[in-house]
């Protein structure tokens, strides 16, 4: 059974910084695209990160600069690293994984529960 489960999510202030983990099991994550998406209340599904096995990374531009998205094979781990985090960045984020080694936007096919990432002063 395929699980993602994100954690790292809390409440920062303007300008602070996360960083977001996602544990993974029932696949072989070292095959896989990976990808973070995030949803701000009342708002439709983003996609914010992307990257493949070989490292390759694509960001949203909203997030490019300030976000740094990572994994780790060996630990079947991803990573998102957030800094200078802004009201707009308030969202559930979650991680999800590709059913391929291309990087699809959201055409995903399995995602975690998410983690809240609040940004208030």
């Known amino acids: 059974e395929v699980q993602l489960v994100e954690s790292g999510g809390g409440v920062v202030q303007p300008g602070g910084s996360l960083r977001l983990s996602c544990a993974t099991s029932g696949f072989t994550f070292s095959l896989y695209a990976m990808t973070w998406v995030r949803q701000a209340p009342g708002k439709g599904l983003e996609w914010v990160s992307s990257?493949?096995?070989?490292?390759?990374?694509k960001y949203a531009d909203s997030v490019k600069g300030r976000f740094t998205i990572s994994r780790d094979n060996a630990r079947s781990t991803l990573y998102l690293q957030m800094n200078n985090l802004q009201s707009e960045d308030a969202a559930i984020y979650y991680c999800?994984?590709?059913?391929?080694?291309?990087?699809?936007?959201?055409?995903?096919?399995?995602r975690g529960q998410g983690t809240q990432v609040t940004v208030s002063s």
């Open positions: 999800a994984k590709y059913p391929t080694n291309w990087i699809r936007g959201l055409d995903y096919d399995y």
């Open positions: 990257v493949d096995n070989s490292d390759y990374t």
